[in-house]
Nanobody
Framework: QVHPVESGGGLVQPGGSLTLSCTDSKSIFGAYDWGWYRQSPGKQREVVASITIGNSASYGDSVKGRFTITRDNAKNTVYLQMNALKPDDTGVYYC????????WGQGTQVTVSS
C-alpha cells in the first residue's frame, strides 16, 4: 500500500471513548514523526496530536488532556486514545508523517452524538 491505513472509528456518545489505529507498511515507519489529523465538516484538516521519533507527544488545545498518542515501531503503528469525546470531535481522522507526507488514506470516521 502507498498510504497509511486508519481504523477504529465509529459512533459514540458524548463522554465516550475510542481508540484509533494507523498502520504503515513501510519499514522506515520508525524514522519519522507521526501525527493524527482531523477534518471536521466544513473545516480544513488540522493536526490534533503528534509524536516524535523519541516519543515526545504534542496536542492541539482542543484535545489536550483528553487524547493520547502513542506509537509501536515494531508494529509500524500509531494509536490515538480518545477519551471524554465531545460532539466537536466529530470528523474523519487521518494519520500521516509530519514531514515527507505520504498520500492520504481514506481515514476513519468518528461521530460523537447522542
Amino acid at each position: 500500500q502507498v498510504h497509511p491505513v486508519e481504523s477504529g472509528g465509529g459512533l459514540v456518545q458524548p463522554g465516550g471513548s475510542l481508540t484509533l489505529s494507523c498502520t504503515d507498511s513501510k519499514s522506515i515507519f520508525g524514522a519519522y514523526d507521526w501525527g493524527w489529523y482531523r477534518q471536521s465538516p466544513g473545516k480544513q484538516r488540522e493536526v490534533v496530536a503528534s509524536i516524535t521519533i523519541g516519543n515526545s507527544a504534542s496536542y492541539g488545545d482542543s484535545v489536550k488532556g483528553r487524547f493520547t498518542i502513542t506509537r509501536d515501531n515494531a508494529k509500524n503503528t500509531v494509536y490515538l486514545q480518545m477519551n471524554a469525546l465531545k460532539p466537536d470531535d466529530t470528523g474523519v481522522y487521518y494519520c500521516n508523517r509530519i514531514i515527507y507526507q505520504q498520500p492520504w488514506g481514506q481515514g476513519t470516521q468518528v461521530t460523537v452524538s447522542s
